[in-house]
């Protein structure tokens, strides 16, 4: 068994430099997009939020990681989080009407931008090959899915898995990132009518005259300068493609790793 203690040494030099952007506002001190597209009925929409209720204080820290090799070619790694002014499992107030877990508050787990996983306890173990290298984005998560964009409730790490399931740490990510997180899977009934989009972004801002994300919902395209959670409205039954891309101001692709994912929802009637 081979330990990665990370509590503060590893942290500290992987550390999520993110910081939430500062919203643009209307006349009315909402949120709003230099492209977001007002709801009407029948045509697809993605409309800007307001962040629900908020978590001053709020941390997530990876206390350990451990590694075991399984068989010859794999290793079994196991990582155990540490968190403040936060309870998973409860659930968030919100007047969102949109998907929303039954078991409460929780982590997203992103390994490698696939799809992540509701970690409901400080604790979760996935195997990965050996002699591999890996991006981690763990960061706490509100009921209904909405991330909480802070440093503190975040961490990125980079980090190798060697021939003997030796975990070792790799420098930290400084390049301009996005990771996926909304819309995920299936969903059914009410929660159809209204779809949360949400991503998060590491190592950079958005804005009208920075980075930004060019959202692709089945072909349509959206623009997007401000890092808040997002409503989808109006999606039809069935298969939805949505595809997100880190931008530059003048619309170019950024390059890199984690910079465009690509997902596919269903919506089903019940």
């Known amino acids: 068994m081979k330990n990665f203690k ?8 992987t550390a999520l430099f993110v910081s939430c952007n500062t919203s643009t506002t209307n006349q009315d001190g909402d949120p709003q997009d230099s492209t977001a597209v007002s709801d009407s009925v029948g045509t697809l929409a993605v409309n800007p939020l307001d962040h629900a209720k908020e978590f001053p204080g709020a941390t997530l820290k990876i206390a350990e990681m451990t590694a075991e090799k399984v068989g010859s070619d794999s290793a079994k790694i196991t990582v155990k989080y540490d968190i403040e002014n936060f309870n998973l499992t409860e659930q968030t107030d919100h007047s969102h009407h949109m998907a929303n877990s039954h078991e409460g508050q929780h982590i997203h787990f992103i390994l490698d931008n696939t799809p992540y996983v509701a970690l409901y306890a400080p604790e979760h173990t996935f195997t990965v090959p050996v002699n ?5 984005l763990s960061f706490l998560s509100r009921s209904f899915h909405e991330s909480i964009k802070t440093e503190d409730a975040s961490k990125l790490i980079k980090f190798k898995v060697e021939s003997d399931a030796t975990i070792s740490e790799l420098p930290t990510p400084t390049e301009p990132s996005l990771f996926y997180s909304r819309p995920k ?7 159809t009518n209204v779809v949360l989009l949400d991503f998060f972004v590491a190592n950079t801002t958005l804005g009208a005259d920075a980075h930004q994300v060019k959202a692709e919902i089945n072909g349509q395209e959206f623009i997007l300068d401000q890092w808040v959670p997002y409503e989808i409205q109006n999606l039809p039954l069935g298969e939805n493609n949505v595809n997100l891309t880190l931008v530059d101001q003048d619309g170019n692709a950024v390059t890199g790793d984690n910079v465009s994912i690509e997902s596919t929802i269903n919506l089903l009637e019940q």
């Open 6 to 13: 990370s509590a503060i040494a590893v942290l500290a030099a």
């Open 132 to 136: 591999s290298e890996h991006y981690l």
């Open 185 to 191: 899977g299936e969903y059914k009934g009410d929660d």
